[in-house]
Protein backbone atom coordinates (compact mmCIF):
# COMPACT_ATOMS: atom_id res chain seq x y z
CA UNK A 1 0.00 0.00 0.00
CA UNK A 2 1.42 3.32 -1.02
CA UNK A 3 0.15 6.93 0.97
CA UNK A 4 0.94 9.89 -0.88
CA UNK A 5 1.09 13.19 1.48
CA UNK A 6 2.37 16.85 1.03
CA UNK A 7 0.10 18.69 -1.43
CA UNK A 8 -1.15 22.14 -1.21
CA UNK A 9 -1.77 25.21 -2.31
CA UNK A 10 1.96 27.21 -2.91
CA UNK A 11 2.93 30.34 -4.63
CA UNK A 12 4.79 29.96 -8.01
CA UNK A 13 8.24 30.14 -6.46
CA UNK A 14 7.70 28.09 -3.34
CA UNK A 15 8.31 24.76 -2.30
CA UNK A 16 6.75 21.84 -1.11
CA UNK A 17 8.04 18.19 0.23
CA UNK A 18 5.48 15.22 -1.42
CA UNK A 19 5.83 11.85 0.78
CA UNK A 20 5.04 8.58 -0.38
CA UNK A 21 4.82 6.19 2.48
CA UNK A 22 4.98 2.30 1.62
CA UNK A 23 3.36 -0.40 3.42
CA UNK A 24 2.93 -4.14 3.52
CA UNK A 25 5.12 -6.27 1.41
CA UNK A 26 8.12 -3.57 1.39
CA UNK A 27 10.34 -6.40 -0.13
CA UNK A 28 8.71 -6.43 -3.60
CA UNK A 29 9.11 -2.91 -4.26
CA UNK A 30 12.44 -1.97 -6.41
CA UNK A 31 11.49 1.16 -7.54
CA UNK A 32 9.42 3.67 -6.64
CA UNK A 33 7.97 6.92 -8.96
CA UNK A 34 6.72 9.96 -9.04
CA UNK A 35 3.65 10.87 -11.80
CA UNK A 36 1.52 14.01 -12.31
CA UNK A 37 -1.48 14.84 -14.24
CA UNK A 38 -2.78 17.57 -14.92
CA UNK A 39 -6.59 18.09 -15.51
CA UNK A 40 -7.68 16.83 -19.03
CA UNK A 41 -4.07 15.50 -19.52
CA UNK A 42 -2.20 12.21 -19.61
CA UNK A 43 -0.27 11.29 -16.38
CA UNK A 44 3.53 11.91 -16.85
CA UNK A 45 6.37 10.82 -15.18
CA UNK A 46 8.31 13.25 -12.97
CA UNK A 47 11.11 11.40 -10.94
CA UNK A 48 11.70 7.78 -9.99
CA UNK A 49 14.40 6.47 -7.52
CA UNK A 50 15.41 2.71 -6.56
CA UNK A 51 14.84 1.43 -3.06
CA UNK A 52 17.96 1.20 -2.49
CA UNK A 53 18.81 4.89 -3.83
CA UNK A 54 21.62 4.05 -6.31
CA UNK A 55 19.32 4.89 -9.64
CA UNK A 56 17.38 8.44 -9.62
CA UNK A 57 15.79 9.85 -12.83
CA UNK A 58 13.80 13.13 -13.40
CA UNK A 59 11.61 14.24 -16.20
CA UNK A 60 14.22 15.99 -18.26
CA UNK A 61 12.07 19.60 -17.86
CA UNK A 62 12.13 19.49 -14.07
CA UNK A 63 15.80 18.50 -13.54
CA UNK A 64 17.39 21.27 -11.19
CA UNK A 65 13.69 21.66 -9.52
CA UNK A 66 12.63 18.52 -8.16
CA UNK A 67 14.51 15.95 -6.05
CA UNK A 68 13.67 12.38 -5.14
CA UNK A 69 15.01 10.80 -1.76
CA UNK A 70 14.59 8.14 0.20
CA UNK A 71 14.35 6.91 4.03
CA UNK A 72 14.52 2.95 4.09
CA UNK A 73 14.29 3.35 7.91
CA UNK A 74 10.90 4.87 7.29
CA UNK A 75 9.60 2.86 4.57
CA UNK A 76 9.18 6.23 2.33
CA UNK A 77 9.99 8.46 -0.66
CA UNK A 78 10.08 12.05 -0.95
CA UNK A 79 9.86 14.65 -3.69
CA UNK A 80 11.48 17.95 -2.71
CA UNK A 81 9.74 20.28 -5.17
CA UNK A 82 11.42 23.90 -5.46
CA UNK A 83 11.11 26.91 -7.48
CA UNK A 84 7.42 26.14 -8.40
CA UNK A 85 5.50 26.96 -11.31
CA UNK A 86 1.97 27.44 -11.87
CA UNK A 87 2.23 24.25 -14.93
CA UNK A 88 3.41 22.22 -12.25
CA UNK A 89 -0.26 22.30 -10.90
CA UNK A 90 -1.30 18.72 -11.06
CA UNK A 91 -2.36 15.64 -8.95
CA UNK A 92 0.66 13.93 -8.11
CA UNK A 93 0.89 10.11 -7.20
CA UNK A 94 3.48 7.67 -6.51
CA UNK A 95 3.75 4.14 -8.02
CA UNK A 96 5.96 0.91 -7.06
CA UNK A 97 7.49 -1.76 -9.10
CA UNK A 98 9.83 -3.98 -9.40
CA UNK A 99 11.77 -3.36 -12.94
CA UNK A 100 14.94 -1.42 -11.81
CA UNK A 101 15.12 -0.18 -15.54
CA UNK A 102 12.33 1.44 -16.35
CA UNK A 103 11.32 3.50 -14.00
CA UNK A 104 10.21 6.05 -16.38
CA UNK A 105 7.73 3.49 -17.75
CA UNK A 106 4.35 3.93 -16.09
CA UNK A 107 3.12 0.17 -16.91
CA UNK A 108 5.87 -1.24 -14.86
CA UNK A 109 4.36 -0.11 -11.48
CA UNK A 110 1.78 -1.98 -10.34
CA UNK A 111 1.16 -0.42 -6.96
CA UNK A 112 -0.10 3.18 -7.59
CA UNK A 113 -1.17 5.45 -4.22
CA UNK A 114 -4.24 7.62 -4.30
CA UNK A 115 -2.40 11.21 -5.35
CA UNK A 116 -2.27 14.54 -3.60
CA UNK A 117 -2.77 17.85 -5.36
CA UNK A 118 -0.13 20.32 -5.61
CA UNK A 119 -1.64 23.42 -6.59
CA UNK A 120 0.55 26.52 -7.71
CA UNK A 121 -0.60 30.04 -7.69
CA UNK A 122 0.72 32.68 -9.73
Known amino acids: QLQASGGGLVRAGGSLRLSCAAS????????IGWFRQALGTKRKFVSG????????NYADSLKGRFTVSRDNAKNTVYLQMNSLKPEDTAVYYCAAGSQRLLLRDKSVYPYWGQGTLVTVSS
Open 49 to 56: ITWSGDIT
Open 24 to 31: GRIESISI
